[in-house]
Structure formats: structure tokens, C-alpha cells
């Protein structure tokens, strides 16, 4: 075929640039590997189960800043362990927006890790409501899913 300047076209046929295989990882040769799911025969794996939420509406500056307190309240009742044996340490930064601050927590009780919990501050233009999200740490073995 000629171009304008009477010269000769080559023509190119469209180059597909995708993945043959399907990109969920189904196939042998996958582009994207998958990470099984399943763990290899006694090998541990942590799991988190959720043990409660709990909201309080239209708190006051002061209930801000004893919102540790109140967690460690909240976590003792519920795992019937009194409080001066539990400890809440912060993983990570805290995450602060506009409307909401986010905070999350590993608790101890003595040094063994029993827990998270995640506190969220959020703000509203009618108030501000505390979030406590509590999930306890299960370790199960790999051939013995779901027992705890």
C-alpha cells in the first residue's frame, strides 16, 4: 500500500500485550501468581475473631481523651480478666483525617498477646462518636483449620 509520498506502507498487524492465561490465576503458567490459602501441614496460622463492637454517641472532649481507658474497660469485662493485667500497645501511627481518626492496638495481657483492638474517633457535624473494635489472636495448626 502507498502513503501520500508515493512511498511503500508496511502494515502491522495489532500487538497484544496481555496475558494469554487468565488473570485470576487459574492457569498453569500464570502471569499473576495466587498465594494458596491453605497453609502446608503444621504450620501455624494467626486468625482474629471478632468478640465485640461498641458505639458511643455524642461523647464529650473529656471521653476522647480516656479513650484508652474505656477500651481496656470494655476488653476486661469481656474476657473477664481484670484490667491491671491487660496493657494496650499502639501499632503503627495514628490515622487522621477529616472526618475520622483511626487508632489500632495490640493488647497484652502480662506479655502474652491476646488481641487487637481498633479505635475509631469519628466526627460528625452533630457530634463525635467513639468506635471500639475488639477481635481476639487464635492460633490454629495448618491440618486442624477452624479449631482454636
Known amino acids: 500500500m502507498k502513503n501520500r509520498n508515493g512511498r511503500h506502507q508496511i502494515q502491522h498487524q495489532p500487538v497484544n500485550f496481555a496475558p494469554t492465561n487468565l488473570l485470576g490465576g487459574t492457569g498453569n503458567n500464570s502471569f499473576f501468581k495466587k ?7 503444621g504450620t501455624k496460622v494467626i486468625v482474629y475473631k471478632l468478640l465485640f463492637t461498641k458505639r458511643f454517641d455524642y461523647v464529650s472532649q473529656k471521653d476522647i481523651q ?20 491487660l496493657t494496650l500497645k499502639q501499632k503503627g501511627k495514628k490515622v ?12 497484652h495481657r502480662g506479655k502474652k498477646l491476646i488481641g487487637k483492638c481498633s479505635i475509631r474517633e469519628q466526627r460528625t457535624f452533630k457530634g463525635t462518636h467513639l468506635i471500639f473494635v475488639f477481635k481476639t489472636r487464635h492460633r490454629i ?8
Open 141 to 148: 495448626s495448618g491440618n486442624k483449620k477452624g479449631k482454636g
Open 66 to 85: 480516656l479513650q484508652k481507658k474505656y477500651a481496656l474497660n470494655l476488653i476486661s469485662d469481656s474476657l473477664g480478666v481484670k484490667e491491671e493485667f
Open 96 to 107: 487522621e483525617e477529616i472526618l475520622h481518626t483511626d487508632r489500632v492496638f495490640y493488647v
Open 35 to 41: 498465594k494458596s490459602s491453605s497453609p502446608k501441614d
